[in-house]
Each structure stands twice: as C-alpha cells, then as structure tokens.
C-alpha cells in the first residue's frame, strides 16, 4: 500500500533536514521516530536519497561535511511539494536530489569562482569535533597558523560557516566574533568553562553573508551603472545587499553593510568604472587615493 502523500513527504523532508544539519541518523531510530518499517527507511535512504552525498558511520547514515547547510529551507519546502505531488518515485528522487545539490554547488562556484576545499580525515573529524563542542556550548582553545606563527586563543565556539567553498569556525575571542578557517587550526582541546550563548551573535550570524564578523557594521551606497546592473539585479554581490532604487537611466542605487572597507572596496576595483560609493564619502575617496598611488 503506497504512503499517503503528505506523509511522505514530511518524512522525507525531515529525514533531509536532519542530514542537512549534520546529524547522524540509524534507521533504528527513524522508524521509530516515523512510525514506519526499518525496510522503508532503508529505502528512503538507500534508493530515494541514492545520489546523496551520504557517509556510513557504523550502523548510521551522516552527510559529507562539504555539502552540510547547502540546503536552505526554500529547498526543503520546494522538496516537500515536489514528493507531496509526484510521490518520489525512484528515478524522481535520483533526478531531483541530483539537480538540487548540483545547482546548489554551481551556484557557489559561479558567484564565487572557487570549488570546494578538499577535507582530509584529520579535517572531517575536527569538524565533527567541533559540531558536538558548539551544541554544548563549550570553550575551547586552539593553536591557530597564521603565517609562519602559530598563536593559541581561547574561545567560544558558535557556529561552522562555509564561504567561498572554504569551512570557518565562526567564535568570539574575547568580546570581539572573529572567523577562523578551519584548515589552520593545528590543534583543539575543550576547556573545562562552558559559555552563555549571546543571542545578538546568532542574529549576526543569521544574517551574515561573509566571513567578516562584527556586530557594528557601516551601511554602504552605491551607484551601479547600466551596463552591469543586470549582474546586480540577478545576484546579491554584496553582504546583506538591498536595490534602494532603479534609476531611469537603466542603473541601480544598492547598499550593503559592511564590517570593514577591504570587505568591500576589492569589489568596487572589480567593476570600474560602473560601480562608485556614494556613502560614506570617505570610502570612495580611500579607494581613488591606493588607485593613485599605484598610478604613481
């Protein structure tokens, strides 16, 4: 007797979600969860989500960490429509979680022009080391390379974000949120201490598009010329970018919020001569000032 369909899809759809955040999930537990048979859920995994990027970990099914928080909720929800629909045959589910992941990673490597970075074994588990240390709300401290020296910090780790296809352990040092790429930590160890989550960090977090952390942040206007605004209109190239105004003339007036001038003044070089500040006046004038010294 085939699923009604919006119990599968909710199934599906939850079983997705859970993967997407990094958990490690044995079918034990789903069918007990769910309510279903342990050869349904093996189905679920083993053929409906085929072409998942899926690791076996003992008796449990996890998501490669390369792919964890790629999906967003609009995925989930459009996944839960499409198997509430069509039921998820088989070849469906291959052709559409094929599609989802591939756009997904495309997507990423168009606006940003990098792949992802590969994760060797002693990566993958300091990843996962670090996921179970944040939900416990731990401190801890690590030795981090930054050139050719290495310097121990203490921390509190909040979240893992992924940027240009690169993993950053987002953490406060101090009082101040910085962003640690995780290739450089050389060493973890957990610290006896646990933190209070400061819930300004997570709304930062939540909003935040970029690698650079700061709770104070300078808003941005810019004028985009006709030619390129478009590219403008078609993606969000700046962090937290808004379209303030279409101008008559085929441009664009956008603002973005930024944490420092080198978030933003690289890509400002990138689109001369179409792209200008107009506030704060003073960061068009820095960015004219380096261009006439490497005039000179």
Known sequence: ???PHDTLAWRL??????????ET??????????????????????????YLPLERVDNGYRMDVAYLGQLKMRDLERFARL???????????????????????????????TSYEPMDNVMKERFRALQTIIAAHQCIKIAYQKADVIKFVELKPYRMINHEGVWYLAAVDGDTPKAYALSRIRSLETLPQNFMVDPEIHKML??????????????????????????????????QQVVVK???????????KFAHQNQILPLVRQWIPY??????????????????????
């Open 246 to 256: 279409d101008l008559e003339n085929g441009g664009l007036i956008v603002s973005g």
């Open 83 to 113: 198997a509430g629909l069509k039921g998820l045959y088989p070849a469906l589910d291959v052709e559409f979680i094929r599609e989802l992941f591939n756009a997904r990673i495309q997507e990423t490597m168009n606006v940003h022009g």
């Open 25 to 50: 999930l044995t079918p034990e537990a789903l069918s007990e969860e769910f309510k279903v048979s342990r050869r349904t859920v093996q189905r679920d995994l083993n053929d409906r989500f085929a």
């Open 206 to 239: 939540d909003q935040e598009d970029s690698i650079w952390l700061n709770l104070k942040k300078t808003e941005v206007v810019l004028t985009v010329a006709a030619p390129v605004a478009d590219y403008f209109r078609r993606r969000k190239l700046l962090a």
């Open 1 to 3: 007797m085939e699923e």
């Open 275 to 296: 792209v200008r500040i107009v506030s704060p006046e003073n960061w068009q004038e820095d960015l004219e000032n380096e261009l006439k010294k490497y005039l000179e």
């Open 13 to 22: 759809s939850e079983i997705l979600r859970k993967l997407n955040n990094g």
